[in-house]
Structure formats: C-alpha cells, structure tokens
C-alpha cells in the first residue's frame, strides 16, 4: 500500500483559471468548425473529446510503486471547457454554423444541437493578400490604409471581442490556410524594422505575421496551426519575450506526418536501415484546394520533409540513413473532403542488407484529428502564462509539424520524446520529480 505523498512546493507560480477564457481564431473553416462545435457537443454530453490529452490522459507522479496517476486537468489548473467563450476572422462572412455545414465533417444532427452557440459566432473581416494564398478569395476582408493600419483594427478587435465576450484572459490560434512559402528577409529581423514594414506595406510581411504581431502587441498568447512563416522570425520572438506572452507552433501534427514520428524512431531504435520513404495525399477540404498552389505546397512540403532527417539523423547513422530517398505529394480531389487519405510506402532493410516494405494506408479525417490539438493547445498557452512563460514553449512540440525552437537548437520530432518533455514540464511547474524512467531505486 503506498504511503500519502506530502504537498509539493510548485517550481513557478502558476495564477488560478479564474473567468472566461476567450479563443480567438483567424480561420472560421473545418478545423475551427469542428473544434468549436466539439467543445460545445462536449459539454452538453453529446460525445467525449476524443484525442485531447487535457482532458482525457493521466500524469504519473513519483514512483511506479506510488499509484499516483491523476488527470492532466487535475494536476496542473487548466480552463474548464464551460469557460471557453468562442471568436475570430475569416475571408467569407459565414456564421461558424454555416462554415461547419459548408466544410461537411460533424453530422448535420449533431450540428443541429449546437446550431444557437455556433451561429453566434460571426467572423470579423480578415487581414488578407491574395499573393499569400492564391486560390480562394472572399468578401469578408479590411481595406483600406497600411499594414501597420490593419494591425491596429486587428487590435481593436481583440479588445472588442474581450469586452464583448466578458473573456479575462484570451489565447490566439491560427487556423488559416497555407500561406506560400518565404524565408525571413531584413524586415523580420527587429521589432523596429518590423514596423516600419507595417507602415510601409512590406511585400515580406505575411497576414499571419500581422496577426501574430497584432496578438503579441495585445498580450495574447499566439499559436500557429499552418507551416507558415509567422510567428518564428527573430522579431515576433524578441517582442513575445518583451510582452511576457508565450508563443508555439507550427503546422498541426495530425495525419501522415503524425504517423511517421510514431513509426520512424521505431525504425531507429532497432537500427533498421531505410532507403525511401514515398508519401502521397488525397484530399478535398479548402486546405486541399490551398495547397494546389506551388507555393503553398512548398510551405506545407518543408515541414512534411524536416521530420524523418531530424529523427533519422543520418549524419550519425550514415550506413543506415544517409541516402535516403523521401518525397511527398498532396493533391487536391474534391470527392473526398475532409476525408483524406495518406498512402505511404516504406523501403527498409534489416540485417545484412536484406531489404523488407510497409506500406500504409491511413484514412483518416483531418480535421478530427486536429480539433483536439487545438482544445490542448489554446489550454495549454493560457495555463504557460499564467505561470509567467514566455517566448518560445518548445515543451508543446508534441503537437507540431515543424516545431519551434530557440535559435540554432534542432527541433525533437520523436513523439515519445516530445510526450515525456510535455508531461516533465507540467511536473516541474508542480514541483514534483521529473521522471527519467531509469528504475533503478527498485532493484536497489
């Protein structure tokens, strides 16, 4: 029988959950659709938030032999989901019960359910450029003035939506579409410079990037769902540190890409060899349809790409890894919609060469999968700061793609590394003993 652990004296001190929590979304469309309609579906008790480690996954604390294994959410003070009040911008002026129905993933009876909170949500008009995403347009959008001009409405609107809302504390996720490639250039490089880009309407300043700045200037945590160049350029990192606001990101780990960092560090930790990995996508949502364009795709393709050289590290295996061929592809098929397929084709070889094949084929649904990255993400930003984090929380790379991390420090892409970072972090914020899974007290 196991002894009562004494109390622990937190490591940081972490202010309570107190109010509405207030989630604002650039992006109205299936990710956000679903997200919102879940958390709504979930507190009248019509489906469990599936997938949603706040929710529904343990912390163990000390030892095996100390059965002690809480809840996240009753481990570390987390916003509860009746707290969470609901905004955001988008190009088209769909309610988020209209935008739920266009995108098609929840059922219809469901939606029917929450239709009154979702049709509340009306989407303010977005900051949008046509040279960032190239495939779709819409009416919903602000004109007129600088960058600099519509940094500052964007700021109103999050003062407005605070006060409107009754919202004490906000958090921000991008859940936009694709923006097109690009490399920081001199404008990103100081908050001085920066602004004067705004002012100056900048053709380097990305829409996400204007929000990002918008969010951080408000004191609002910023996380970035898409793999887009926003939030992590040297800029908008020195002005979240400045601010005192967290920061994360980028590009959800849902799908095919998600699949990978479960198989790959298997790979790995059996020193398997790999010569290619061939992946192919098929979907029909806006996001499939945004990715038709080159430069989208190439955004999304170098967070798609980064991951198995990261955890492959074929500079130290190069007997193993050093030529292997990885390749993916995205294409847009509108008779599947939010339901896309990953196929994958995997060419490994195992002792003395000899080579072997694992092909999958996940059929899966994006935006499903994504919800309760967000619901994890926006809880988890709000709780960093409200235990005084700030900048870049590499701690929530479990969640992303294209994680972000300090300056020339490679990312962790092995999702049981990521699990064990995520989970150590909330037990120092607690002050209890991080666990390093070495064991050997029991056989002392």
């Known amino acids: 029988m196991s002894t009562p652990h004494p109390p622990r004296e937190s490591n940081v001190a972490v202010a ?34 599936v997938g949603s480690l706040t929710q529904l996954a343990t912390i163990r604390l000390g030892k095996r032999t100390d059965a002690r294994t809480p809840l996240i959410k009753d481990f570390v003070p987390l916003a509860s989901l009746d707290d969470l009040v609901f ?14 129905v266009h995108a098609n993933v929840l059922e219809a009876s469901l939606l029917e359910k929450v239709r009154q909170p979702l049709e509340a949500i009306k989407p303010m008009k977005a900051v949008f ?8 347009n819409g009416p919903n959008v602000k004109t ?42 001199k404008v990103h490089q100081t908050l001085k410079d920066f602004e004067c880009g705004l002012m100056k309407n900048d053709p380097d300043i990305a829409p996400s990037q204007i929000y990002a700045y918008a969010a951080l200037k408000s004191g609002v945590p910023f996380a970035n769902g898409a793999p887009n160049l926003t939030a992590d350029i040297p800029a908008l990192l020195d002005l979240a ?20 960092t ?27 349809e945004v990715l038709e364009d080159p430069g989208s795709f190439k955004s999304k393709e170098e967070t798609k790409l980064s991951v198995l050289e ?19 592809r995205i294409n847009y098929y509108p008779p599947r919609g939010d339901a896309k397929e990953g196929w994958d084709n995997i060419d490994i070889f195992g002792w003395l060469g000899y080579p072997m094949q694992i092909k999958i084929d996940f059929l899966c649904r994006d935006s499903i999968l994504a919800a309760p990255l967000v619901l994890d993400l926006v809880l988890f930003m709000d709780l960093a700061q409200r235990a005084g984090l700030r900048g870049i929380q590499e701690w929530l790379s479990f969640y992303f793609k294209g994680p972000m991390t300090a300056p020339g420090l490679y990312p962790e892409h092995d999702i049981f590394i990521q699990l064990m970072k995520l989970k150590n972090t909330l037990r120092w914020m607690q002050g209890e003993d991080l666990i390093t899974h070495l064991g050997l007290e029991y056989y002392d």
């Open 129 to 136: 450029n046509s040279e960032y995403v190239r495939r779709i």
């Open 16 to 49: 309570p959950a107190e109010g509405k929590l207030g989630i604002l979304i650039p992006g109205i469309g299936a990710v956000s659709t679903t997200f919102m309609a879940g958390v709504e579906a979930v507190k009248r008790g019509l489906g469990q938030p």
């Open 262 to 288: 479960l198989l790959a560090p298997g790979f790995k930790a059996r020193m398997l060899g790999m010569t290619g990995w061939f992946s192919t996508n098929i979907l029909g949502n806006r996001d499939g």
């Open 310 to 328: 990261q955890i492959l590290q074929p500079e130290l295996y190069p007997a193993l890894y050093k030529d292997l061929y990885h390749a993916v």
């Open 144 to 185: 007129g003035g600088s960058n600099m001009d519509k940094a500052e409405m964007l700021m109103d609107d999050i003062a407005t939506f605070k006060q409107s809302s009754g919202a004490a504390r906000l958090a921000m996720i991008w859940c936009g579409s694709t923006e097109v490639f690009h490399t920081p250039g």
């Open 241 to 260: 540190r400045d601010r005192q606001v967290p920061v994360c990101g980028k590009d959800f780990k849902t799908g095919q890409t998600f699949m990978k």
């Open 87 to 100: 905004g955001g911008w988008d190009i088209y002026d769909d309610t988020a019960y209209d935008a739920a």
